[in-house]
């Protein structure tokens, strides 16, 4: 399978990057390796995440308080969203329109 991200998912996972780079050298770093981690789970076992409806799941990472919410599609894993967790609740839903 293979993952991919939307482009707002992926300016998302850079912006939280840079936010946390700021905040102490290296974290940014471990944000993304984070992310990365949780992209090979998902590459291996698409529907680990948990339901949220029919089509997308989300999956929580491991260090930092953000989910990838994603779809699981048969030529691989969309993210939709790389979305904090305590901001801004179902923001994402309007990408699904398109």
Known sequence: ???EFLAEA???MMEAAVFYQEQAKGLGERFLEDVERTTQLLDK???IGQAIDNHLRR???RRFPFSLIYSSEPSG???IAVAHQRRRPDYWQ???SR
Do not use: A, D
Request: net charge negative; aromatic share 0%; glycine share 0%.
């Open 1 to 3: 399978m293979m993952v």
């Open 10 to 12: 992926e300016e998302e």
């Open 45 to 47: 076992h698409p529907l």
């Open 59 to 61: 999956l929580l990472l």
């Open 77 to 79: 894993v969309l993210v």
């Open 94 to 96: 309007e990408r699904l």
